[in-house]
């Protein structure tokens, strides 16, 4: 046996790198904090910091630089970290193929939605996937669109449920309901009176919007541009919290129809009517990787999950979410 060349390391002697490790860098590179990426890869801190100084000796290059009181990932872990991603997507996507060489998918399947489709959605799409597929265990998430994005394109999501646009060339979607908006306010409210609303309604209205990083948050802005309203309150965390702010008489919001039914229940406090002329509208998408192996299954699935939402594809508001008890009788 020829002995290890004196300018290569020697990869049997010093051992290659885990997987682990490399997810480990990653992690540490997107988020830029020791704290950030433990908590983003549900380890420990010192575990982490552990693994990424094995790392470092195993490659015999530094990854991280010390500055002041925190640390900085050097130029060189920043290329490293582009290299473990690829390494990673290409890792996943070979025991992806090996799941998927037949005509059903099983083993870990891993899916995570928007905040403003997730409570309101999965319910009812999880068990088209447990139906078509019932050999996969299924580990959800909700996740913001930026993401999303980032975690499905380099393979550490499967599936995502996620509005259009999708900011990314190498995610394949098939859109499985088209979610028109209705206006919520609070029972008492001059429009509650209306059997449906204009978009020149707004122009008179407080419209309450969520916290930057929310894919909503722009959409409904753009509404709100388009008719002039008069002003906008932002800041709402969720769906849920902005609904209670409506409630409480500060003023109207934007909502999905897919959420009506929780967030506008009877008890809840407010009441939702469609709008009568241009019916502003999101369109929500399963997403996937354009060069899985399993990207026909994943079409498959999203073609199922469109006719198991079918029932939502309508400008109409749900019964119970149209009128309070006490509220005006809505016209016929």
Same mark, same amino acid.
């Given at each position: 046996m020829n002995p290890p060349s004196a300018t290569r390391p020697n990869t049997n002697a010093v051992g290659r790198p885990t997987m682990r490790q490399l997810e480990y860098l990653v992690a540490l590179n997107t988020h830029g904090h020791i704290g950030r990426a433990a908590a983003a890869c549900y380890v420990s801190q010192p575990t982490l910091s552990t693994q990424i100084r094995q790392l470092e000796r195993h490659l015999g290059?530094?990854?991280?630089?010390?500055?002041?009181?925190?640390?900085?990932?050097?130029?060189?872990?920043?290329?490293?970290?582009?290299?473990?991603?690829?390494?990673?997507?290409?890792?996943?996507?070979?025991?992806?193929?090996?799941?998927?060489?037949?005509? &059903?998918?099983?083993?870990?399947?891993?899916?995570?939605?928007?905040p403003t489709a997730a409570p309101y959605l999965l319910a009812r799409i999880l068990p088209v996937v447990r139906e078509r597929h019932p050999d996969v265990?299924?580990?959800?998430?909700?996740?913001?669109? /930026?993401?999303?994005?980032?975690? /499905?394109?380099?393979?550490?999501?499967?599936l995502g449920l996620m509005a259009l646009p999708i900011p990314s060339e190498d995610i394949e979607h /098939?859109?499985?309901?088209?979610?028109?908006?209705?206006?919520?306010? &609070?029972?008492?409210?001059?429009? $509650?009176?209306?059997?449906?609303?204009?978009?020149?309604?707004?122009?008179?209205?407080?419209?309450?919007?969520l916290e930057n990083g929310h894919c909503l948050r722009g959409q409904a802005? &753009?509404?709100c541009r388009d008719a002039g309203a008069r002003e906008v309150g932002k800041g709402g965390t969720s769906l849920t919290t902005i609904c209670q702010m409506v409630a409480a008489g500060m003023g109207v919001t934007l909502l999905p129809r897919s959420a009506a039914p929780i967030e506008a229940r009877r008890g809840a406090g407010i009441v939702v009517r469609p709008f009568s002329d241009v019916v502003p509208s999101r369109?929500?998408?399963?997403?996937?990787?354009?060069?899985?192996?399993?990207?026909?299954?994943?079409?498959?699935?999203?073609?199922?999950?469109?006719?198991?939402?079918?029932?939502?594809?309508?400008?109409?508001?749900?019964?119970? $979410?149209?009128? &309070?008890?006490?509220?005006v009788p809505d016209a016929e």
């Amino acid at each position: 046996m020829n002995p290890p060349s004196a300018t290569r390391p020697n990869t049997n002697a010093v051992g290659r790198p885990t997987m682990r490790q490399l997810e480990y860098l990653v992690a540490l590179n997107t988020h830029g904090h020791i704290g950030r990426a433990a908590a983003a890869c549900y380890v420990s801190q010192p575990t982490l910091s552990t693994q990424i100084r094995q790392l470092e000796r195993h490659l015999g290059v530094s990854i991280t630089e010390r500055v002041g009181r925190g640390i900085v990932v050097t130029p060189v872990g920043r290329e490293l970290a582009d290299r473990a991603r690829a390494v990673l997507r290409d890792t996943d996507e070979l025991l992806e193929w090996g799941r998927t060489s037949t005509d &059903e998918l099983i083993g870990p399947l891993r899916i995570a939605a928007i905040p403003t489709a997730a409570p309101y959605l999965l319910a009812r799409i999880l068990p088209v996937v447990r139906e078509r597929h019932p050999d996969v265990q299924i580990h959800l998430d909700e996740m913001k669109t /930026l993401v999303l994005v980032d975690v /499905l394109t380099t393979a550490q999501l499967d599936l995502g449920l996620m509005a259009l646009p999708i900011p990314s060339e190498d995610i394949e979607h /098939l859109v499985v309901l088209e979610d028109p908006f209705l206006l919520a306010m &609070e029972p008492g409210h001059r429009l $509650a009176r209306r059997p449906a609303v204009t978009s020149g309604d707004l122009a008179e209205e407080t419209v309450l919007l969520l916290e930057n990083g929310h894919c909503l948050r722009g959409q409904a802005l &753009e509404i709100c541009r388009d008719a002039g309203a008069r002003e906008v309150g932002k800041g709402g965390t969720s769906l849920t919290t902005i609904c209670q702010m409506v409630a409480a008489g500060m003023g109207v919001t934007l909502l999905p129809r897919s959420a009506a039914p929780i967030e506008a229940r009877r008890g809840a406090g407010i009441v939702v009517r469609p709008f009568s002329d241009v019916v502003p509208s999101r369109q929500l998408a399963l997403a996937w990787r354009g060069r899985s192996p399993a990207a026909p299954l994943y079409r498959d699935l999203a073609v199922l999950i469109a006719e198991r939402l079918a029932d939502l594809n309508t400008t109409s508001p749900p019964a119970a $979410a149209r009128q &309070e008890p006490g509220d005006v009788p809505d016209a016929e």
